[in-house]
């Protein structure tokens, strides 16, 4: 197998999560398995559906995310990907933006791809 770039991965992976958040959250679930956890603002939730209910049941329905940086490094033998993101998060109707912090942790499926087996979402007030 080829050496993927992991600056090509991160972002590519990025570009994908933040279009599926904005645009379909519940396309989400494919992104994360049952060891998966999600730390949302100091809440812990583990496996891929309770990942997605939470994510579906934020108090907003339409957001976008105007990606700042994307960070990332090799993570392991297991070739998993440290991705550190900030940006900002626009809310519908609301005029000031939201600065947010994201840090996935990739890990690799057999099939080739990549699961978010950590995620670490922040935001962050001024």
Do not use: W
């Not at 976008?64 to 626009?90: R, W, Y």
């Not at 947010?100 to 791809?113: D, E, V």
Request: one cysteine or more; proline letters at 5%.
């Amino acid at each position: 197998m080829a050496q993927m770039d992991p600056d090509a991965v991160a972002k590519a992976f990025v570009e994908h999560y933040y279009s599926t958040f904005d645009n379909n959250r519940v396309g989400l679930a494919g992104l994360y398995q049952e060891a998966s956890m999600l730390t949302f603002e100091g809440q812990k939730i583990q496996g891929s559906q309770n990942i997605v209910a939470k994510l579906t049941s934020l108090p907003f329905q339409q957001c976008k995310h105007n990606i700042s940086t994307v960070d990332c490094q090799p993570s392991g033998p297991a070739s998993g990907m440290l991705v550190f993101v900030s940006g900002n998060l626009q809310l519908a109707g609301e005029e000031h933006a939201l600065k947010f912090s994201q840090m996935f942790h990739l890990m690799p499926t057999p099939q080739g791809s990549f699961y978010v087996f950590n995620d670490i979402f922040r935001l962050n007030y001024a």
